[in-house]
C-alpha cells in the first residue's frame, strides 16, 4: 500500500499530467482543422506530427514501467522524435506521407485512455515519479515551442484564443548596471529531491570576473535602429559563417517584423501591430551577437547571465501572455544587482556553447534530451518566456538552440567586461 505522502504526491503529479494536456490541447485548439499539415518552419516536422508525439513520448517512456503492451508499434515509431536538423537540411516529406487526423487523434486517445487508467492503480513510486516528471515537462517544453512555431502561420489558419499583451509603455531610458566580481552556482544538485534535468547537474561554483550588463533586454526600438544603421548590411559585424547564413537565407530583419512600406509592423500570434518598441526584440543569436558588436559589447557568457540575475524572483503572473511586455514591466522581482526582467519575459542568448558539466550522466530514462546536442552547434539560453511554464522558470533550467535559429521567444541583452 502506498503512503499518504506519495499517494498525494501521485495525485499532483497526474494533476499537473492533465493541466499539461489540457494546454497543449488547447494550442492545438488554436489551429484551424486545415492547417494541420502546414509546416510554419522549414526545420520542423509538420504540425500533425506534435499530435502524435506528444502521446507516443509519454506511452514510450512509461509503457514497460506499468507493463502495457504495444498496440500501434508503428505510430510509435513514426512519432517517437522530433527533428532539430543542421547544415541547412530541411525535411523534404509532404502532407500525403502522413496518416489522417482522425487516426492520430485515435491513436492519441487510446494512449491517454490506457496510460491514466495503469497509473492511477499503479503502486511503483519512485522511478515512476522522475518518469512522470519527465513526462509533464517535456510537454510543457512543447506547449511553448508550438505556440512560436504557430506563430510563423498566417493569421487566417489560426483561431484566436483568450489573453493578449500588455498594453503600451514608455520605451526605458538605455543603461547599465555594474556586476562586482564574485561566485555564482551554476547548475542544481537534487538535494531537496526536486526534479531537474541531466543537463542541470552537478552543482558546481564558478568565479566571474566584474563585468556590466543592459539593465534591461533590447527591445525592438534599440533594434530598430541597429537596421536602421544598416547593420544587416554591415559584413564586418558578422561571423563569417553567420553572414553566409544570412545572405543564403535572405535574412533582412527579425522573423517577427514585417516589412510594411519603409515601416515595420509587429507579427503577433493572433494579429498585426504597430511594432512594440518598448518589447524586447525576439531574434536569432547570430542577430544578437551582431548588434552586440556595433555597440561595442558582447552577449554574456552562462556564468555572467547566472550572476547578474542572482536573487531574481519568480514571475508574479501566470501563462496567460501571448505576446511579450514591456522591458520596464515588473513581471517578478529585479535581481539584488537591479537587472530587471531576467526571469520570464522572453529567452535570453548566452554566448556559452551548450555543453555538459563535470559529473554529466545521461538520463537513463531519456539517454538523447541532451547528450545528442553536445555538438558545438548549440548555444545556451537561459531566462524563460511568457509562455515558459512556471515548473521550468528554475534558475539551473538550460534552453539551447541553434545560433541561426530566429523563431523562439528569445532576446538578449548585452555585457561590458571590465
Keep these: 500500500m502506498l503512503s499518504e505522502s506519495l499517494v498525494v504526491t501521485r495525485n499532483e503529479l497526474l494533476t499537473r499530467l492533465g493541466d499539461a494536456r489540457e494546454e497543449t490541447d488547447r494550442v492545438f485548439r488554436s489551429v484551424r482543422p486545415e492547417a494541420m499539415y502546414e509546416r510554419p518552419i522549414p526545420e520542423r516536422h509538420r504540425i500533425v506530427f506534435y499530435v502524435g508525439h506528444l502521446e507516443a513520448f509519454d506511452w514510450n517512456l512509461l509503457r514497460a514501467n506499468l507493463g502495457l503492451k504495444a498496440f500501434h508499434a508503428e505510430f510509435d515509431r513514426l512519432f517517437a522524435f522530433g527533428i532539430d536538423p543542421v547544415d541547412g537540411k530541411v525535411p523534404a516529406d509532404q502532407p500525403s506521407d502522413w496518416p489522417r487526423m482522425q487516426q492520430v487523434e485515435a491513436y492519441r486517445d487510446r494512449i491517454r485512455e490506457e496510460l491514466s487508467a495503469a497509473l492511477s492503480n499503479t503502486s511503483d513510486s519512485g522511478e515512476l515519479t522522475h518518469l512522470l516528471n519527465i513526462s509533464i515537462e517535456h510537454r510543457l517544453m512543447h506547449a511553448e515551442t508550438l505556440e512560436y512555431m504557430l506563430h510563423q502561420l498566417p493569421l487566417s489558419a489560426k483561431v484566436p484564443q483568450g489573453g493578449g499583451a500588455y498594453e503600451a509603455q514608455s520605451v526605458p531610458e538605455p543603461g547599465m548596471v555594474q556586476i562586482p566580481a564574485g561566485r555564482v552556482t551554476l547548475g542544481f544538485d537534487g538535494s531537496d529531491g526536486e526534479f531537474g534535468w541531466d543537463n542541470e547537474f552537478d552543482a558546481h561554483v564558478v568565479s566571474v570576473p566584474a563585468f556590466s550588463v543592459d539593465k534591461h533586454k533590447v527591445t525592438n526600438g534599440e533594434f530598430l535602429e541597429f537596421w536602421q544603421a544598416g547593420g544587416y548590411k554591415d559584413r564586418s559585424l558578422w561571423e563569417e559563417k553567420d553572414w553566409e547564413w544570412r545572405e543564403k537565407e535572405g535574412v533582412t530583419h527579425p522573423v517577427f517584423w514585417k516589412p510594411e512600406g519603409d515601416d515595420f509592423i509587429f507579427r503577433s500570434m493572433f494579429h498585426e501591430a504597430s511594432l512594440p518598441l518598448q518589447a524586447p526584440v525576439f531574434v536569432s543569436y547570430a542577430e544578437?551577437?551582431?548588434?552586440?558588436?556595433?555597440?561595442?559589447?558582447?552577449?554574456?557568457?552562462?556564468?555572467?547571465?547566472?550572476?547578474?540575475?542572482?536573487?531574481?524572483?519568480?514571475?508574479?503572473?501566470?501563462?496567460?501572455?501571448?505576446?511579450?511586455?514591456?522591458?520596464?514591466?515588473?513581471?517578478?522581482?529585479?535581481?539584488?544587482?537591479?537587472?530587471?526582467?531576467m526571469i520570464g519575459t522572453g529567452w535570453e542568448w548566452t554566448s556559452s556553447v551548450f555543453a555538459p558539466f563535470t559529473g554529466f550522466k545521461a538520463s537513463e530514462a531519456y539517454p538523447g534530451y541532451s547528450a545528442d546536442f553536445f555538438d558545438g552547434n548549440h548555444v545556451v539560453m537561459k531566462g524563460g518566456s511568457t509562455r515558459t511554464a512556471a515548473c521550468m522558470l528554475r534558475k539551473s533550467f538550460r534552453n539551447w538552440f541553434q545560433p541561426h535559429y530566429q523563431y523562439v521567444y528569445a532576446g538578449f541583452r548585452c555585457v561590458r567586461r571590465d
Excluded at 301 to 312: D, H, I, L, V
Excluded at 325 to 332: D, E, L, M, R
Aim: glycine content about 8%; overall charge negative.
Design 288 to 341: 544578437a551577437a551582431a548588434y552586440a558588436k556595433w555597440t561595442s559589447k558582447s552577449l554574456p557568457s552562462e556564468a555572467e547571465w547566472q550572476r547578474a540575475a542572482e536573487g531574481s524572483g519568480e514571475p508574479s503572473m501566470t501563462r496567460v501572455l501571448w505576446d511579450s511586455p514591456a522591458v520596464t514591466t515588473s513581471i517578478a522581482k529585479a535581481s539584488d544587482f537591479g537587472v530587471e526582467g
